[in-house]
Nanobody, 124 residues
Framework: QVQIVESGGGLVQPGGSLRLSCTAS????????IGWFRQAPGKEREAVAC???????????TYADSVKGRFTGSRDTVKNIVYLQMNSLKPEDTAVYYC??????????????WGQGTQVTVSS
């Protein structure tokens, strides 16, 4: 049975940092492009980052304009974990963050797997 789990969320002050982790059982994350998404209260879910390369090279990462320069994705291919390092957090980053084994939300919903999400709250 495939299970994806996000962790690392929490409450942080503006300007702070968090590192989210995406782990999986029954699924080798290295084989997939991994998408990070978020959903704020009352808003649609949006794509945040796409980690395309299993070697973690920056050239294979894509980010939403709203997080570019602040968020960085990476992988630990040995541990089968994908990370999202979030720096210089802003209140507007407050959302539930999800990872999925596809960077396209529609494809991930139809064919892939999602975690249950981890709450990130940025507030003073």
């Amino acid at each position: 049975q495939v299970q994806i789990v996000e962790s690392g969320g929490g409450l942080v002050q503006p300007g702070g940092s968090l590192r989210l982790s995406c782990t999986a059982s029954g699924l080798t994350l290295n084989w997939y492009a991994i998408g990070w998404f978020r959903q704020a209260p009352g808003k649609e879910r949006e794509a945040v980052a796409c980690i395309n390369s299993s070697d973690g090279s920056d050239g294979q990462m894509t980010y939403a304009d709203s997080v570019k320069g602040r968020f960085t994705g990476s992988r630990d291919t040995v541990k089968n974990i994908v990370y999202l390092q979030m720096n210089s957090l802003k209140p507007e980053d407050t959302a539930v963050y999800y990872c999925a084994n596809d960077c396209q939300e529609a494809a991930a919903t139809k064919y892939g797997y999602w975690g249950q999400g981890t709450q990130v709250t940025v507030s003073s």
